[in-house]
């Protein structure tokens, strides 16, 4: 059975910082693309990184470009997103998501995250 299972997601200030993380499993991780996205209320879910399977080749959307990092360990089967200097519209839902170039796509239930004085 596949699983995508986000954590690290929370309440935190403008400029702060979280570690989002996500466990895969019931399929060869190695061979994934993984990436995050988000979808903020009332908003449609927008793509913010993405890394290759491994780790050759790291993406990032305009608007995180400089704050976020995108990792991954494949040995644990897991991708991780840091997230620096955030913003109040940063806050969303952050989704993990993988998927290979046979058309593939798994999604996690996601985590949230609010940033907010």
């Known amino acids: 059975q596949v699983q995508l299972v986000e954590s690290g997601g929370g309440l935190v200030q403008p400029g702060g910082s979280l570690r989002l993380s996500c466990v895969a499993s019931?399929?060869?991780?190695?061979?994934?693309?993984m990436s995050w996205y988000r979808q903020a209320p009332g908003k449609e879910r927008e793509w913010v990184a993405g890394?290759?399977?491994?780790?050759?080749?790291?993406t990032y959307a305009d608007s995180v470009k400089g704050r976020f990092t995108i990792s991954r360990d494949n040995a644990k089967n897991t991708v991780y997103l840091q997230m620096n200097s955030l913003k109040p519209e940063d806050t969303a839902v952050y989704y993990c998501?993988?998927?290979?170039?046979?058309?593939?796509?798994?999604w996690g239930q996601g985590t949230q995250v609010t940033v907010s004085s």
């Open positions: 998501n993988a998927h290979n170039t046979r058309g593939y796509i798994y």
């Open positions: 890394i290759s399977s491994f780790s050759v080749t790291t």
């Open positions: 019931g399929f060869t991780f190695s061979s994934y693309t």
